[in-house]
């Protein structure tokens, strides 16, 4: 690809296995924590496996929340760094950075035999925009996840689990997705590339 | 809609793969890494990773394996065996796993779950439990690889694990494992009925009738190994046999 992609190190995990994803299809990624890194990349990515209080403190403390809101070149949140991108998070209130207009809630199975958190690959409908290119029109996608974000003007692909939610999002350079595109198999490493391609 | 899950499962000694039948009898199956890579591409749904390894020293291949196998791995994968620490998970981590395993140390030390989950968050626990019936009839957890028997109930040793932060249950019945007559269904669709978190039904998997039944009855997922290491039943066609009978699949 010859391009720059740069993961956010932050204190939440899994970035290597995104960097595992991303050297599949042939791209390689720097990790970095560095204001002017994530500037001049041409692509960043945000992952994320953890806690929003603790992920989005720890994004303050180093003026980092500044920085994202900055970056002008496709971006895309993945799982945790999604709900960070969204407006508020139920998970311990916390204010997140307000990139969508989305909330982020904890799932309430509500008596039904649901189980929380959903873990395990569930359809996506509804696509909409060149994230989802070349994907059928219900492609399942790997989901591991206690809170969701809420369906609204931002959403642009649906997944149902106890009730529809926001399994993508994206506004302008800023995308988003709830489930694990290094995680779901062909389909997932699609959406990789097309993201790469923006 | 929540896709149920088929779970290969790779026994892994000395670096390659073996399949036992209730836990003994071992034969070989193969390469690891060419099965996981052949599984993904055929569409199962997670990779099961166990190490049966018993000695520190080999353990150290462990990883190199762990590496290799999660390189070209495009589906989720979880390692287990002999993790007993913090740190051995972090490096696990490291190396590209998803979730991890635990199973007798976590039973002997319960805040061991409490730590792992506390570090790395629950939806990376996984607690294997080993279970048997009693001549009373009630499933008891054995530990050590099946060796070493307890008199703690499979159902309250998976409640407490739960409570102390465990993401999902891999239940392994020792009397059907290997014998490829069905599942333990009374046992699974009772955890799976009662756990707010995913159980995955192991041991006994032979047809896909008792993918069926076992599923119907509950299980969020379907792990096995030998029908799957030597080919008698292949993922796509198990899943076309679920779909019939209404179970959601992935694709």
Not at chain 2, 66 to 94: C, H, K, S, Y
Not at chain 2, 126 to 151: F, M, P, Q, S
Request: aromatic content about 8%.
């Amino acid at each position: 690809m010859g391009q720059e992609i740069a993961v956010i190190r932050y204190n939440a995990g899994n970035i290597r296995s995104v960097r595992l994803a991303l050297e599949r299809i042939g791209a390689t990624a720097l990790v970095t924590d560095e204001p002017d890194r994530l500037r001049s990349a041409d692509k960043v990515i945000f992952p994320g496996v953890g806690e929003a209080s603790s992920a989005m403190r720890y994004l303050r403390d180093r003026g980092l929340d500044a920085v994202i809101r900055s970056l002008q070149q496709p971006f895309l949140g993945i799982c945790l760094g999604m709900q960070l991108m969204c407006r508020f998070s139920e998970e311990n209130d916390t204010a997140c950075l307000g990139l969508f207009e989305e909330d982020v809630q904890r799932f309430d199975p509500g008596g039904k035999p649901f189980k929380v958190p959903q873990m395990g690959w569930n359809a996506i409908t509804g696509l909409q925009g060149p994230l989802f290119h070349g994907l059928g029109e219900a492609p399942y996608m790997y989901f591991v996840h206690s809170y969701f974000a809420t369906l609204g003007f931002d959403t642009c692909a649906v997944t149902d689990h106890i009730h529809p939610f926001s399994a993508a999002l994206s506004r302008g350079n800023f995308y988003g997705v709830q489930f694990h595109p290094e995680k779901s198999a062909f389909a997932g490493e699609q959406i990789l590339r097309n993201f790469l391609e923006l | 809609m929540l896709t149920k899950r088929i779970i290969p499962c790779l026994d892994i000694k000395d670096g390659r793969t073996v399949k036992g039948t209730h836990f003994v009898n071992l034969r070989d199956a193969g390469d690891p890494v060419e099965l996981g890579a052949r599984y993904a591409e055929e569409g199962a749904d997670e990779l099961v990773f166990l190490d049966i390894t018993a000695t520190n020293e080999k353990r150290r291949t462990l990883g190199v394996l762990v590496d290799r196998i999660a390189r070209q791995l495009n589906i989720p994968f979880t390692v287990g065996g002999g993790i007993a620490a913090v740190e051995d998970v972090r490096d696990l981590l490291e190396l590209g796993a998803d979730k991890i395993s635990v199973n007798t140390a976590a039973f002997r030390r319960p805040a061991l779950i409490q730590e792992l989950a506390g570090e790395f968050g629950s939806q990376c626990v996984v607690v294997a439990i080993d279970a048997k019936r009693g001549a009373d009839g009630e499933w008891y957890v054995h530990l050590n690889g099946g060796r070493t028997a307890t008199d703690t109930r499979c159902a309250d040793w998976a409640c407490q694990a739960v409570e102390a932060g465990a993401g999902e249950v891999l239940l392994t019945s020792m009397d059907h494992d290997g014998a490829k007559q069905g599942f333990a269904l009374d046992l699974t669709g009772r955890l799976a009925q009662m756990l707010p978190v995913p159980v995955i039904a192991s041991g006994g998997g032979g047809q896909p009738a008792h993918f069926i039944e076992v599923l119907q009855a509950g299980a969020d997922a379907a792990l096995a190994a030998s029908i799957f290491h030597f080919r008698e039943i292949a993922i796509p066609d198990l899943k076309d046999h679920l779909q019939q009978h209404g179970l959601p699949v992935r694709r």
